[in-house]
């Protein structure tokens, strides 16, 4: 099955700067790549996505970026502020109901 | 529209009970799935359907049950609880089509004694 590697497990970022977070997934039969955002005692929520016909995808202060070749993607949140403190997924999959999750990064914004 | 359901919030039991945990969509959605979240793991699928009658093990399967009547409803059966089950349990929601979102429930918090 796929395995989705996720890195960092922990960011610390001063707020106003840039935050990336990087998952490879081993499965080249994958084509969709969706990242959840999950506030403490909540439930995830979807951020943003991207196919595996696009190879960058923004909106506002988020990205995506996919190499397909190298079977990475990577999100950037830029300039980050305190409410952007959680923990974000990255997954993976071949179909929708079938996501392959890393294992989350927690996200600290310091005022 | 209520969006995907979740019943109970909070469940304790011990170790041989067994019980059902509810998951709900109103948003006429084919496909629905389970998830469990531990610690440091990020969320591993237990059981999905592709529409009702059509169930199937996903990750980690062992120790549930899963069905699927109708479209609205999927629940998950725990057939005797152990403490490894002790996790927060996740009920998904997409429609086909490809590359659409997957609609979470709020979770369930279960503790296994």
């Known amino acids: 099955g796929e395995n989705v590697e996720q890195h ?10 840039s935050a990336v977070i990087k998952c490879t997934y081993s499965d080249s039969a994958s084509n969709y790549f969706p990242w959840y955002k999950q506030e403490l005692g909540k439930r995830p929520q979807l951020i943003i996505d991207i196919r595996s016909n ?10 995506v970026t996919l190499n397909k070749t190298a079977k990475h993607f990577s999100l ?3 300039e980050t502020q305190p409410e952007d403190s959680a923990v974000y997924f990255c997954a993976a999959s071949k ?12 996200v600290t914004v310091r005022a | 529209n209520a969006g995907v359901t979740q019943t109970p919030k909070f ?11 509810q998951c709900a969509q109103d948003m006429n959605h084919e496909y629905m799935s389970w998830y469990r ?20 093990q996903g990750e980690v399967p062992n120790g549930y049950n899963v ?3 109708t479209t609205e409803d999927f629940p998950l059966r725990l057939l ?32 296994v004694l």
């Open chain 2, 37 to 56: 979240q531990d610690p440091g793991m990020g969320l591993r699928l237990i059981h999905y359907s592709v529409g009702a009658g059509i169930t199937d």
């Open chain 1, 76 to 78: 950037h949140i830029t």
């Open chain 1, 95 to 106: 179909y929708d109901y079938k996501l392959s999750f890393g294992a989350g990064t927690t």
């Open chain 2, 80 to 111: 005797s609880a152990a403490p490894s089950q002790t996790s927060v349990y996740f009920c998904a929601s997409t429609k086909t089509g490809g590359g659409n979102e997957q609609f979470f429930g709020p979770g369930t918090r279960l503790t």
């Open chain 1, 54 to 63: 696009v190879g960058e995808k923004k909106d506002q202060r988020i990205a």
């Open chain 1, 8 to 17: 960092p497990s922990t960011l610390s970022v001063q707020e106003g700067d």
């Open chain 2, 11 to 21: 469940q304790v039991l011990k170790t041989g009970q067994s019980m059902t945990l």
């Open chain 2, 67 to 69: 069905s699927r009547s």
